[in-house]
């Protein structure tokens, strides 16, 4: 079975704060997707990469980066946070192609104070 | 909007009642899948239904596909109060490698 883990279920930190996610396949997967989820908004991808060291923005890359180094590991990267980062933090991870299934890490919930 | 959107937004219903929950889509596709969430957790695959296939069946979920309204629907039969969970359409876009999530629609099913 694939798994998909990420660093942290829960994490509180303070405004300005750099802060690190991080997200671990273990199937190979090529591409790997952050996503931050919010009430009434649904799924928004933050950054997807579809290869190491390659990445591409999603809908909201504003005040993040992010850093794919191995094929396996997929950081989240907040240089400054605000408050309107407090979020649920959704990592995937699945094959290249036009078909696939992604497969979702347990996600980290962030409280930025 | 959102490429996929959810309809409705909660449904609530009893043990042994089937759920139905509604997508629609707004530009082509070649698949549309299916994902539940529990409450906290991250979101797992259901079902995947290719653009050429009307209807698929996986257990007790069963997914139908009209591209001609661009719309499909999932239905649970014989609901268990365990199905209680949010459910999302996907729908890929941006070459195909992504995939644009609805809102989901949050189905609570009571004993």
């Known amino acids: 079975d694939v798994k998909v883990t990420q660093s942290s279920r829960y994490l509180v930190k303070r405004t300005g704060e750099k802060v690190f996610l991080e997200c671990v396949q273990d199937?190979?997967?090529?591409?790997m997707f952050w996503y931050r989820q919010d009430p009434g908004l649904g799924l928004r991808l933050i950054y997807f990469s579809y290869d190491v060291k390659m990445k591409e923005k999603g809908d909201i890359p504003e005040g993040y980066s992010v850093s794919r180094e191995k094929k396996e590991r997929f950081s989240l990267i907040l240089e400054s946070a605000s408050t309107n980062q407090t979020s649920m933090y959704l990592c995937a991870s699945s094959k290249a192609g036009g078909r696939e299934t992604q497969y979702f890490g347990p996600g980290t919930r962030l409280l930025v104070l | 909007s959102q490429q996929g959107e959810e309809d409705p937004q909660a449904l609530s219903i009893q043990e042994g009642e089937n759920a139905t929950m509604n997508c629609s889509y707004k530009t082509s596709i070649n698949n549309l899948q299916w994902y539940r969430q529990n409450s906290g957790r991250g979101l797992v695959h259901l079902i995947l239904i290719r653009s050429n296939e009307r209807e698929k069946h996986s257990g007790r979920l069963r997914v139908t596909l009209d591209t001609s309204k661009k719309s499909s629907s999932l239905l649970i039969t014989a609901s268990r109060a365990a199905d209680t969970a949010s459910y999302f359409c996907?729908?890929?876009?941006?070459?195909?490698?992504?995939?644009?999530f609805g809102t989901g629609t949050q189905l609570k099913v009571e004993l």
């Open positions: 199937m190979d997967h090529e591409n």
């Open positions: 996907a729908t890929p876009t941006g070459g195909g490698n992504k995939l644009t």
